[in-house]
């Protein structure tokens, strides 16, 4: 998987981890059908932390994840950046429920 060597936990481990394929299947295009692989993956961005079985208590649990989304806030989490006014997105909301029917 190309993405997986850039995607880091916050352990500096690899992210994302290439887990073999998909069986083969057919789609159907334009073209007639084509056969297709699709590379399957895991996320590993918790470090493995809330696997099954890993806990052996709800407050355990809790504990963690608590911890877990406090060490994301501060380290990984980015503030989603508004590229467009609030009127052009208006807008846009509005020639969509024009267009779609009800």
């Known amino acids: 998987m190309f993405i997986a060597p850039r995607c880091r936990n916050p352990l500096g481990r690899q992210a994302v981890v ?3 394929h998909l069986p083969e299947r057919a789609v159907q ?5 084509v056969s ?3 590379p399957k993956g895991r996320d590993h961005s ?6 099954r079985g890993v806990f052996t208590s709800v407050t355990e649990l809790k504990r963690e994840i608590e911890r877990f989304i406090k060490i994301h806030n501060k ?3 980015k503030p ?3 590229t467009k006014d609030a009127a052009t997105i208006i ?5 969509a ?3 779609l029917p009800n």
Do not use: I, M, Q
């Open 29 to 33: 295009t334009g073209f007639g059908a």
């Open 18 to 20: 290439g887990n073999g």
């Open 46 to 51: 918790d470090g493995g932390r809330f696997n």
């Open 80 to 82: 989603f950046r508004w």
């Open 91 to 95: 807008g846009a909301v509005e020639r």
């Open 36 to 38: 297709v692989r699709v």
């Open 75 to 77: 380290e990984l989490a």
């Open 97 to 99: 429920k024009k267009a």
